[in-house]
């Protein structure tokens, strides 16, 4: 009985190498496609033009960019917040659990 031959050490594991990818058909494409003309400009590309020629404008819109990036007291508080909207959520909830109770009492009681 004798055993195959083992590959030395630095040969490959399997003799065939893998075939190369099939190479597809060059496509010409159509003038339209590799020149295309100019993007019209949109509603709020003019508007933009618009409200960055007029000082008080692109000031105003700054200062809305400001606002929105600013850090806001949840982010600066969290346990805080956290603790304030659970007491809100809770008398919110109990106004509304009391409210139900009252209505279906009155209901139950054959008044208006």
Known sequence: MSTPPRPSPGTPASPSPSPSPEHRVRVD?????????????????????????????????????????????????????AIASFVVVAGVATILVAGTLYVFARTRAGEP
């Open 29 to 81: 494409l159509p003038e339209w496609m590799r020149n295309p003309p100019p993007a019209q400009p949109t509603l709020g590309r003019r508007l933009a033009g618009l409200v960055e020629a007029a000082p008080r404008l692109r000031e105003a819109r700054r200062a809305l960019w400001r606002w929105r990036d600013r850090s806001r007291f949840s982010e600066r508080r969290p346990a805080v917040a």
